[in-house]
C-alpha cells in the first residue's frame, strides 16, 4: 500500500527532521487561501502572513470550527484520515507560528463578539427610531422602558414586605397547619 501523504513518508525515517514534519511538502503547488474571517484584522493578516499558504488555510479551517484533520485535507493535504489526524495534532502542538496565528484568530474574534454598554445603547437608539418611524408606540415605549432601566434611570422595586415569610402549599381537600401564637 503506498501512502500519497509526504509527511508519513518523512516519518517513516528513523530520525526525521521536525522542520520537514511541520513544512509544506516540496513540489506541492499553494492552496488558494480563502478567508474564513472576513474581513481580517491586520493582526490576523500578519499571523496568517507568517504561515505557508496551506498552513495558514490549516489554521483559517480551525478557528472556523472543523475537526483538525478535516481542516487539514480541505486546506489541500493529500493523505489518508489518520495521517491527517497525526499531522493535524502535530502541527497544532508543535508548530509555533500555527499556534501564535490561532490565539490572534481567536483574541480576535474574541474582541468581536465583545457585547458592550455603548453596543447595546446603539442598538436601543436603533430600536427607537424604527418604533418611530413604523409608528409603533409599544415598541417605542419598551425600548425607552429597557434603555432607562441599562442605564440606571429605571429601578425595578422588590416588594421587601414578605421577605422572611416563607412561602406556603395549599392543597385542596388538606387543611392548613394551625399556627401557634407565642
Not at 513518508?9 to 503547488?29: E, S, T, Y
Not at 415598541?139 to 429605571?154: N, Q, T
Not at 415569610?165 to 395549599?170: D, E, L, M, R, W
Request: aromatic share 6%; proline share 6%.
Amino acid at each position: 500500500m503506498q501512502h500519497r501523504c509526504y509527511y508519513y513518508n518523512v516519518a517513516r525515517h528513523k530520525n526525521p527532521d521536525p522542520a520537514d514534519l511541520l513544512g509544506d511538502p516540496p513540489g506541492k503547488p499553494p492552496v488558494e487561501e480563502a478567508s474564513a474571517l472576513a474581513p481580517q484584522s491586520a493582526e490576523v493578516q500578519q499571523a496568517l502572513a507568517k504561515l505557508a499558504p496551506k498552513k495558514a488555510q490549516f489554521v483559517l479551517n480551525v478557528c472556523a470550527g472543523m475537526v483538525p484533520a478535516d481542516a487539514l485535507m480541505r486546506a489541500g493535504w493529500e493523505c489518508t484520515r489518520a495521517v491527517a489526524t497525526s499531522t493535524a495534532g502535530r502541527l497544532l502542538r508543535e508548530d509555533d507560528a500555527v499556534k501564535d496565528a490561532i490565539a490572534v484568530i481567536k483574541a480576535d474574534m474574541a474582541k468581536r463578539a465583545e457585547y458592550d454598554f455603548q453596543k447595546f445603547m446603539a442598538e436601543m437608539d436603533d430600536a427607537m427610531t424604527f418604533a418611530r418611524d413604523t409608528k409603533n408606540a409599544t415598541a417605542l415605549v419598551r425600548a425607552i422602558e429597557l434603555k432607562g432601566k441599562a442605564s440606571g434611570h429605571i429601578v425595578e422595586r422588590v416588594d421587601q414586605r414578605n421577605v422572611n415569610a416563607g412561602f406556603q402549599i395549599q392543597i385542596e381537600g388538606v387543611a392548613p397547619p394551625k399556627r401557634k401564637n407565642g
